[in-house]
Every structure is written in C-alpha cells, then in structure tokens.
C-alpha cells in the first residue's frame, strides 16, 4: 500500500538553527514529491516540488530515491517558518491519481 | 495566483439535515477536484475525487450516498451531506487542480467547518 511516514509530530527549533523535517515515502511507480504548509488560521499551500529543484522561502527538498525520501531543510529557521508541513506523493494509488498527504509534522520556531 | 473558494466557511445545522458545501475555482478550469476531511489535529483524509461530467470516485470506507458529489461545471464542485449527524462534524476541504497550467499544480480552498448538533 502507498505510505507517506513523517516520525516527528511536533518539531521545535530556535531561530536561527538549521530545520530538517523528514519525509519517507513507500510508493508503486514513481511518484511526483511535494511539500504543502498550513500558516495559522490559512489555506493548505503548495510549498515546493521536486521536479521543479528550487528553493522556496529558504527551504529545499532532495529527493532521494535510494532511501525513498524527501525530507525538507533550510539551513535557518525563521520566526515565521512556524506552521504544519505535510509531505505529499502524487501518483497512482487506490485506481487513480491522487496526492497521499503524510501525518504532517508542526514546526515551532522559537525565539 | 490560481484560487479555490469554497462556500459556507462554516456551517451548523441539526441532526438529520442536509448541508451542501460549494467549492469553486475562480480563475482556472479544472476537470479534477478533491474533497478532504480533516480532524483537529489530524491530517487530510481523501473523501472522493471529483470529475467534470461524471461520476465521483470514492475512497474505501466513504459511504456515497451519504456525502454526495456533483461536479457539473469545469468551475464548480459541490458536496452534500446528506442526514448529517453529529459524527459527521469536520472540516471539509476541497482542492482543485489545474491541469493546464504551466505545471500541474492542486490548489486548496479555505475549508468549511461542520457542527452538527
């Protein structure tokens, strides 16, 4: 079955240290990697993708497919990097595209 | 940017009433979109997929006839709940994907929240 694992629930960091948010997938095929974050009282939004390579607001994301991660850095946390990230797969599963969103993990950036 | 809204952003109604949630995509067209259930701190559940001018695709466990789905327009996807009931108090959030953007891309409404009494 496809399955999106990320261990940590709740990960605290104080600013200015370096962020990794784990993501481990097990997945049929080869699906497209994405990174959604939930701000406070906002929509879910698209953070990055992994076949786009590019670095969004500071973070970065290596898929590696040995491993089958694809774990999300930046390198200082900010303040304002303080949300709900979910690791998310798109691909085949259940008899159709679709994304499989991971349990999510809450990053609390601390002063 | 590409925009999903969804209608009401909260809703409370009785046990045994039906409730229709709307969600729209106000710039782009999509042929595909997704409705989600979410528990308080708990993550996106996938209820069904939605496609323009057929019948939705339901994920196990999600009884249709209970959570109807229509999606009738390339704009437009509802989701009725139908007899609801106190268990059925979520929040509800849908997603759309634009298929003919540069890059495929699933963009989320802002959620509505259900009590039921």
């Known amino acids: 079955a496809q399955r999106v694992t990320q261990p940590e629930k709740l990960l605290s960091v104080f600013k200015g240290a370096p962020v990794e948010l784990k993501c481990n997938y097990s997945?049929?095929?080869?699906?497209?990697l994405f990174w959604y974050v939930q701000y406070s009282r906002q929509r879910l939004q698209l953070l990055l993708r992994h076949i786009s390579r590019e670095s969004i607001k500071g973070f970065t994301a290596d898929l590696n497919k040995g491993e089958t991660s694809f774990h999300l850095k930046k390198p200082f946390a900010q303040e304002e990097d303080s949300a709900m990230y979910y690791c998310a797969p798109w691909g085949v599963t259940g008899g159709g595209n679709k994304l499989t969103f991971g349990t999510g993990t809450q990053l609390k950036v601390e002063l | 940017g590409a925009v999903v809204s969804q209608h009401p952003s909260w809703v409370i109604c009785k046990s045994g009433t039906s409730v229709k949630i709307e969600c729209r995509s106000l710039?782009?067209?999509?042929?595909?979109m997704f409705w989600y259930r979410q528990f308080p701190k708990q993550s996106l559940m996938l209820m069904a997929t939605?496609?323009?001018?057929?019948?939705?695709?339901?994920e196990q466990g999600v009884e249709k006839d209970k959570f109807l789905i229509n999606h009738a327009s390339l704009t437009l996807s509802t989701l009725t709940v139908t007899s609801a009931h106190p268990e059925d108090s979520s929040f509800y959030i849908c997603?759309?994907?634009?298929?003919?953007?540069?890059?495929?891309?699933?963009?989320f409404g802002p959620g509505t929240r259900l009590l039921v009494l």
């Open positions: 997945y049929s095929g080869s699906p497209e």
């Open positions: 710039d782009f067209q999509a042929t595909t």
């Open positions: 939605s496609n323009e001018g057929s019948k939705a695709t339901y």
């Open positions: 997603s759309a994907r634009d298929s003919l953007g540069q890059q495929e891309t699933q963009y």
